[in-house]
């Protein structure tokens, strides 16, 4: 099978773009924008915005955070895609997004973009359009770069690049959230769906490596997220899992819990460890206030 050319690519998304293009707002001076020769995005002051030959587009002025690898993102993706450590997790959403009927999503904060995947790839009906957006470049290219079907942004979740009421579902997983943008470009009934870590999340890695806490409370988090929406729903999912070698590898990889670790204290934790991670998460759906 022939992979797409990076012009096809470019093309495919632009067109979608196209399609939807009544969502997007220029990130510079919020003027409408249109599609320019299948390559790039244009507002009516002429900011221009292309599309990479991966097929996405980069809608901020806002620098790229480097902290966030491809590596990291590359261990993301094959920690989620190749193990089950999240599956109860998309299966709670998947079913709260069933419920309800919605015709386009946001993934705000998608990095690589495999949690938007995995909830898509289990829906029975698939949304109009599904977007993935977030600050990094790297990770943004490598969503591109495998999912050809979603609109692929790198944005800034304090500026997003979208008009007022233009999605129907934001998703927030594992990821900062900024509820002010959230109000204003979801529609009426629209639902915000925001995944926290728990008491527990992660906690055989910070029971090993010493500067890190055992526990933390999300009380906060939640207090937020319910003064900027009525919460309709909550699910508290505490599991364990058990990991193979390389996928403990990409675990330690992908977690910012452990950017100061090093590579021997990464191998001393792989070592010792049962291969067993407790995953630990309180899921939040809520509507704007009034």
Same mark, same amino acid.
């Given at each position: 099978?022939?992979?797409?050319?990076?012009?096809?690519?470019?093309?495919?998304?632009a067109q979608l773009a196209q399609k939807h293009i009544?969502?997007?707002?220029?990130?510079?001076?919020?003027?409408?924008?249109?599609?320019?020769?299948?390559?790039?995005?244009?507002?009516?002051?002429?900011? +221009?915005?292309?599309?990479?030959?991966?097929?996405?587009?980069?809608?901020?002025?806002?620098?790229?955070?480097?902290?966030?690898?491809?590596?990291?993102?590359?261990?993301?993706? *094959?920690?989620?895609?190749?193990?089950?450590?999240?599956?109860?997790?998309?299966?709670?959403?998947?079913?709260?997004?069933?419920?309800?009927?919605?015709?386009?999503?946001?993934?705000?904060?998608?990095?690589?973009?495999?949690?938007?995947?995995?909830?898509?790839?289990?829906?029975?009906?698939?949304?109009?359009?599904?977007?993935? !957006? /977030?600050?990094?470049?790297?990770?943004?290219?490598?969503?591109?770069?495998?999912?050809?079907?979603?609109?692929?942004?790198? $944005? /800034?979740?304090? =500026?997003? &690049?979208? +008009?007022?009421?233009?999605?129907?579902?934001?998703?927030?997983?594992?990821?900062?959230?900024?509820?002010?943008?959230?109000?204003?470009?979801?529609?009426? =009934?629209?639902?915000?769906? *925001?995944?926290?870590?728990?008491?527990?999340? !992660?906690?055989?890695?910070?029971?090993?490596?010493?500067?890190? &806490? +055992?526990?933390?409370?999300?009380?906060?988090?939640?207090?937020?997220?319910?003064?900027?929406?009525?919460?309709?729903? *909550?699910?508290?999912?505490?599991?364990?899992?058990?990991?193979?070698?390389?996928?403990?590898?990409?675990?330690?990889?992908?977690?910012?819990?452990?950017? *100061?670790?090093?590579?021997?204290?990464?191998? /001393?934790?792989?070592?010792?460890?049962?291969?067993?991670? +407790?995953?630990?998460?309180?899921?939040?759906? $809520?509507?704007?206030?009034?």
């Open positions: 099978m022939n992979e797409v050319s990076p012009l096809k690519k470019r093309i495919k998304r009544d969502l997007f707002q220029c990130p510079i001076c919020n003027e409408s924008m249109k599609l320019h020769e299948f390559k790039s995005l244009l507002c009516l002051n002429k900011h +221009t915005f292309d599309f990479a030959k991966q097929g996405y587009v980069h809608l901020t002025t806002r620098a790229n955070d480097r902290l966030y690898t491809r590596k990291l993102f590359e261990a993301r993706r *094959k920690m989620i895609l190749s193990s089950a450590i999240y599956d109860p997790l998309h299966q709670v959403l998947s079913e709260a997004i069933e419920s309800i009927s919605l015709k386009n999503v946001l993934d705000a904060g998608s990095g690589e973009g495999s949690h938007l995947h995995r909830l898509i790839e289990s829906r029975q009906q698939s949304f109009e359009l599904s977007v993935g !957006l /977030d600050l990094s470049k790297e990770g943004i290219k490598l969503a591109a770069t495998h999912d050809e079907n979603k609109l692929w942004v790198v $944005g /800034d979740l304090a =500026n997003l &690049p979208f +008009t007022k009421q233009s999605f129907d579902c934001i998703l927030s997983i594992l990821s900062p959230s900024n509820y002010q943008e959230f109000k204003r470009i979801l529609t009426p =009934n629209g639902i915000v769906i *925001k995944v926290v870590p728990g008491r527990y999340y !992660l906690q055989e890695l910070r029971q090993h490596f010493n500067d890190q &806490p +055992t526990s933390y409370s999300n009380s906060e988090t939640t207090s937020l997220f319910n003064e900027n929406f009525n919460l309709i729903n *909550k699910h508290k999912l505490s599991y364990q899992v058990s990991l193979l070698e390389d996928q403990m590898k990409s675990l330690l990889e992908m977690t910012p819990l452990l950017w *100061k670790a090093s590579k021997s204290e990464k191998e /001393d934790f792989i070592m010792k460890s049962q291969n067993r991670i +407790t995953i630990d998460l309180d899921l939040l759906i $809520g509507i704007a206030r009034d």
